[in-house]
């Protein structure tokens, strides 16, 4: 069973909104950061966004540039990615991954920290 599952993806005009949503699919588990990452074909899987879980603290991707804001529930374990002025190329894969405990050594921007994963939800914004 996938640990997290995403929901939200689809197709859009340029310039229009997305809300991708991030929960757990199964068991609960205690979360120290959460993740967007997205993948395109043939490519490497590239960082989003992150959020942890105590504190809040936000981490964006530079060539967003303020277009997605990401947010956390804490008490429902669910993360959220708002998606606006959305580009062509954003069309990506978008995968939520998990970080439970943070024993990891590498930054929440590293898809290395983090132990579960979606199976991704397709957003694709058409020009």
């Known amino acids: 069973q996938v640990p997290v599952v995403e929901s939200g993806g689809g197709l859009v005009q340029a310039g229009g909104s997305l809300r991708l949503s991030c929960a757990p699919s199964?068991?609960?588990?205690?979360?120290?950061?959460m993740g967007w990452f997205r993948q395109v074909s043939g490519k490497a899987r590239e960082f989003v966004a992150a959020?942890?879980?105590?504190?809040?603290?936000?981490h964006y991707a530079d060539f967003l540039e303020g277009r997605f804001t990401i947010s956390r529930d804490g008490v429902k374990n669910t993360m959220t990615l708002q998606m606006n002025s959305l580009k062509p190329e954003d069309t990506a894969v978008y995968f939520c991954?998990?970080?439970?405990?943070?024993?990891?050594?590498?930054?929440?921007?590293?898809?290395?920290?983090?132990?579960?994963w979606g199976q991704g939800t397709q957003v694709t914004v058409s020009s």
């Open positions: 991954a998990a970080d439970p405990f943070g024993r990891r050594t590498y930054s929440v921007r590293d898809a290395r920290s983090y132990e579960f």
């Open positions: 959020i942890t879980w105590r504190n809040g603290v936000k």
């Open positions: 199964g068991r609960a588990f205690t979360t120290y950061a």
